[in-house]
């Protein structure tokens, strides 16, 4: 009798023990299969050559960081991204959050929440917010350990840089067409280190030293973004129109994010370059910008309306209105300063091709610029109204390809 008793225990025993293991297991699988649908879309991205890929969650949102490398343009790059979290990376009745990085610095997001009764597969682009604002998650996201970090990895851009003018009644046009590598690096968070070098390729008018190779913008820029969705940039070298110095930009959305305020700083003077040869001139001079901006959502366009100092010291307004398309950005802008008759004219900027490319390893990725514009003087204006250009990138399409409504025209209609 005593001996079955003791049978009886150790078959109670081991039964409990075979229950507890199976509960824990049946609690660790459906932890499993939820934690390896946002590891797993990490992975697929990483692989499509998004680069600083993370994600993380709480009890409320899922928030994935990306940055995209992958495609030329952002809307289309970021249109991808979502297509793959909504196939394969959203959590069930839960919100989700994807922030948007720029060189590691974050730029904007795009927000969904669902609806009771929202399954995932009704999620469509339409139903995702996008914002400048980042979110509560956001101070969890950032000590995100990100894969495929840009940190370090090197691109080859070739600038195509193409200048008209028309001087000479006996000569239509004076030419200049460069081809102008630049090696871009970014070593640390928010910073990037451009060299560039200039190869003439046609020169009809532009002077001898114009037929020389020599540098281009030669700079270390640093991006941040501070409290109160204040975006920040600090560019410190050598500068197109024979400009040397450091120079300092802001921009701050508003709650409204289609109204808008900015502010730019330099601090330059002047310096040429005949063949390597360095030819400078110690003494600084200031030039500034105050400015506010209205984005219209409907025809993605934009209205500038800016106080300025140039680099002859004069001052005057400039008006810009600028509409923005997929593969290109056309404005028309008109400014008036004290000493100086009215001017204006149109620029323009359009996107290059491949409109994809993908990073071999770690290897330097050498390609054509992400695009190439031309500002046309209509005025003939050749005193007044100089500006220079602080980094080899800046140009007018950049400058919108992370405003939200934008992007969210983008989603819609790719």
């Excluded at 004290?338 to 001017?343: S, T, V």
Aim: charged letters at 25%; one cysteine or more; hydrophobic letters at 35%.
């Amino acid at each position: 009798m005593r001996c079955k008793n003791s049978n009886i225990r150790k078959c109670l025993t081991t039964k409990t023990i075979a229950q507890c293991a199976a509960l824990f297991l049946f609690c660790l699988i459906p932890l499993r299969g939820f934690c390896q649908t946002g590891e797993s879309t990490v992975n697929v991205l990483v692989e499509m050559g998004f680069e600083n890929v993370g994600w993380t969650e709480d009890d409320n949102e899922r928030v994935y960081v990306l940055q995209n490398s992958a495609y030329r343009l952002q809307g289309v790059g970021i249109s991808k991204a979502v297509d793959v979290i909504q196939k394969i990376g959203l959590p069930e009745q839960k919100k989700c959050r994807i922030i948007v990085l720029d060189n590691n610095i974050p730029q904007i997001s795009l927000y969904y929440h669902p609806v009771k009764g929202d399954t995932v597969t009704q999620v469509e682009r339409n139903d995702w917010k996008v914002t400048y604002e980042l979110g509560e998650a956001w101070r969890e996201a950032r000590k995100i350990k990100v894969k495929n970090s840009s940190l370090f990895k090197v691109d080859v851009l070739v600038y195509p840089q193409l200048a008209l003018r028309n001087l000479l009644l006996t000569q239509i046009y004076q030419v200049l067409f460069d081809l102008s590598p630049a090696v871009e690096v970014s070593l640390w968070k928010g910073m990037k280190l451009t060299g560039q070098l200039k190869i003439p390729v046609y020169n009809d008018g532009y002077g001898s030293y114009e037929d020389k190779i020599h540098p281009g913008h030669l700079t270390i820029s640093q991006r941040f973004r501070l409290p109160y969705n204040v975006f920040g940039k600090v560019t410190v070298g050598y500068f197109n129109a024979d400009r040397y110095g450091v120079d300092a930009e802001f921009f701050r959305p508003f709650a409204d994010e289609r109204f808008s305020v900015m502010a730019r700083m330099g601090c330059t003077a002047i310096g040429y370059w005949d063949g390597f040869r360095f030819h400078y001139d110690p003494k600084m001079g200031l030039t500034w910008t105050i400015g506010g901006s209205f984005y219209w959502p409907q025809y993605n366009t934009s209205f500038n309306l800016k106080v300025e100092q140039y680099l002859k010291e004069d001052r005057g307004v400039k008006f810009e209105m600028i509409r923005h398309f997929r593969y290109c950005s056309i404005g028309f802008y008109a400014m008036k300063a004290k000493w100086a008759k009215a001017n204006g004219g149109f620029r323009f900027q359009v996107a290059l091709p491949p409109y994809k490319y993908k990073r071999y390893k770690k290897w330097p990725r050498i390609n054509t610029s992400a695009n190439m514009g031309l500002v046309y003087n209509a005025g003939n204006e050749r005193y007044y109204y100089k500006e220079y250009k602080a980094e080899a990138s800046d140009n007018i399409m950049e400058k919108n390809s992370f405003n939200p409504y934008f992007i969210k025209s983008e989603l819609l209609n790719f």
